[in-house]
């Protein structure tokens, strides 16, 4: 890879000093902001490509590197430089140098079409003659259509072949947190784990993915516990979540893993049988968080607290803004369980004509969307149970 950097760097320094200013590359930081700084809104717009002289030529998981032009006229001259991975949130690549099949790759990928964007974005990926973050970018995209459209298997084995391709490629930890997210969608928390360890020991990893990453490892520490009724290891996680809660409390860029890690702890209590104080933090987070994941963790703990109670009308409201509000953006782990207790909900209370035809929607739903999720397998009991 690194060889790979320094030849198409030259090369790109001298086509840069002898050929006319062209668009160029842009790069966004952590913080939200863009070098070079971008005129308006929240992402580039071509007027930004064009006056942009950054030619991004390679990144990995220690740096992205780049040339820029300095001067104009007979004084311009071209120089390397480099930014810390760690420091870039996104690297925007100027339009004109992704090949057709990616803006097709695309429109498959938004149409639900997972197969046939998973085969072109494979083919942008594997073209050696495309941009290496093209490239690199588009495996990642060809990895994620195999998780919506295939197997577990599949999917973990499409982001191995982005990671044989490139080694160390900057999407390394994109790559690893789909995956970590991936198995514990599909009810596997032990790989799941396997992954977030993995993900700590990546040369490079930001603070923030650090966070994600033992916030990750806590949570099925803590559901294996919970699954065994092991009061002790509920007690670990209950103190595991609340340092990392103190260790985020007051940090802007670490809000939604401390509000995470809030709801850990309301899980740990509820679980330790102290509903009250669960249902404080619970309310305390779904109050403040702006977050679609955090929110819909703490309508999904509220609406446990409520159904624990007996208060399926309450339980019920709270699963289904999880299910219809909150989705988008959510973890699938916890859209399907939203989806099982909201069905689990209109069962118990039968509170209309249609109890019947409301409870088969919403479990039928989380198989339907959730098929690889343990909460399919319980909604498929549920539904069986339900009487003609």
Not at 28 to 35: E, L, T, V
Not at 183 to 198: I, L, N, V, Y
Not at 324 to 344: F, K, M, S
Request: some cysteine; hydrophobic content about 40%; overall charge positive.
């Amino acid at each position: 890879m690194r060889h790979l950097l320094s030849s198409v760097l030259c090369a790109a320094a001298v086509a840069a000093a002898c050929a006319p200013a062209l668009g160029g590359d842009i790069l966004q930081r952590k913080d939200g902001s863009f070098n070079p700084t971008i005129k308006s809104g929240d992402r580039p717009t071509q007027a930004d490509f064009d006056a942009s002289t950054y030619q991004v030529v390679g990144a990995d998981v220690d740096k992205v590197t780049y040339t820029l032009t300095i001067g104009s006229g007979g004084s311009a001259r071209v120089v390397s430089q480099s930014e810390a991975s760690t420091n870039v949130m996104e690297i925007w690549i100027e339009p004109k140098k992704f090949p057709p099949a990616w803006k097709q790759a695309l429109a498959e990928f938004e149409s639900g079409d997972y197969r046939s964007a998973r085969t072109n974005f494979a083919a942008v990926g594997g073209d050696s003659k495309a941009h290496p973050v093209v490239r690199q970018k588009a495996l990642l995209f060809a990895a994620r259509a195999t998780r919506e459209g295939g197997t577990s298997a599949e999917a973990e084995a499409a982001y191995a072949a982005l990671l044989k391709e490139f080694p160390n490629s900057f999407y390394s930890a994109a790559a690893i947190k789909d995956q970590s997210q991936l198995w514990m969608d599909a009810g596997s928390p032990e790989k799941a784990r396997a992954f977030a360890d993995q993900l700590l020991r990546l040369p490079g990893v930001s603070a923030s993915d650090k966070l994600e990453a033992r916030f990750l490892q806590v949570t099925v520490d803590f559901r294996n516990a919970a699954a065994k009724k092991e009061q002790s290891g509920i007690q670990k996680a209950l103190d595991a979540y609340k340092s990392l809660a103190q260790e985020t409390a007051g940090k802007k860029d670490f809000a939604g893993v401390h509000q995470l890690a809030k709801v850990g702890q309301a899980n740990c209590l509820l679980e330790l049988g102290t509903v009250a104080e669960a249902k404080g933090i619970f309310q305390e987070i779904s109050d403040r968080a702006q977050e679609t994941a955090v929110c819909a963790a703490s309508f999904n703990g509220l609406g446990d607290c409520f159904f624990r109670e007996g208060n399926f009308v309450e339980a019920r409201r709270c699963f289904l803004r999880t299910a219809t509000i909150y989705a988008e953006g959510t973890p699938g782990d916890q859209v399907a369980r939203a989806l099982y207790h909201a069905g689990e909900c209109f069962s118990k209370l039968q509170d209309s004509p249609d109890w019947k035809d409301r409870a088969r929607r919403e479990l039928s739903e989380c198989k339907r969307r959730f098929p690889k999720s343990s909460w399919a397998n319980l909604a498929d009991r549920s539904l069986r149970a339900l009487p003609k």
